[in-house]
């Protein structure tokens, strides 16, 4: 019986996550979100009290791709401005391919000053980048382990900027192409001289396991 109810709020959070890309929150009504999930309106219910539940749900999902993508880097030993580069890349590829991240950051955006206020999903991406960063800094890739606020501006508004492209209708080709060349002067900026082309700007390793048939 546990097992059925979770399958049902998985499948509801997914449900909600294609309304909220498809439509926006205001938009959306619970009673789409069901049937879209194939479930009845009470269905729906029991397992959220409101729309702002559920999106906080989809977030949260969101959120649970993220950690998982950063632990699996962090558990490969990949280093911090390497991670930073894949998890940009990372986030390009799941904005085209999930639904529930570019619902996420959606609602975020359309749901900004909310009261209730809804999870804000661009800041946990933020606070990865922070994290991150610090560990870049104490393991002495930065430029200069005393300036850690440019570096943390910079990454946190491509984070952002990322989000915006996608939404622009930008192929995925293209926006994985402007990823990369992003990172050409950001690793200037950022590491020490000389050190730049010690690491991969294109991500071809990690979009070769992204793009690769399960």
Not at 3 to 22: C, I, K, N, P
Not at 170 to 178: D, G, Q, T
Request: neutral net charge.
């Amino acid at each position: 019986m546990q097992d059925r109810s979770e399958r049902t709020r998985r499948r509801l959070v997914r449900a909600g996550a294609q309304m909220f890309d498809r439509t926006g929150y205001a938009s959306t009504t619970l009673t789409q979100i069901a049937g879209a999930a194939g479930l009845t309106k009470g269905a729906l219910y029991f397992h959220f009290a409101s729309k702002g539940d559920l999106a906080d749900a989809v977030q949260e999902q969101g959120h649970t791709l993220l950690r998982d993508f950063v632990s699996a880097q962090r558990l490969a030993g990949v280093p911090p401005v390497q991670a930073l580069i894949d998890m940009t890349h990372w986030l390009a590829w799941v904005l085209h391919e999930d639904p529930v991240i570019r619902a996420s950051f959606r609602i975020s955006n359309e749901c900004a000053g909310r009261q209730p206020p809804v999870t804000d999903f661009p800041q946990v991406w933020i606070a990865e980048v922070l994290r991150l960063i610090d560990g870049a800094r104490e393991a002495g890739e930065l430029r200069d382990h005393a300036v850690v606020e440019g570096p943390r501006t910079l990454l946190s508004a491509a984070v952002c900027g990322i989000g915006v492209l996608s939404g622009t209708g930008i192929s995925p080709s293209e926006l994985r192409r402007k990823v990369g060349a992003l990172w050409d002067p950001l690793l200037m900026a950022l590491v020490p001289a000389g050190q730049a082309g010690h690491y991969d700007v294109h991500a071809s390793a990690l979009t070769a396991r992204l793009v690769a048939p399960v």
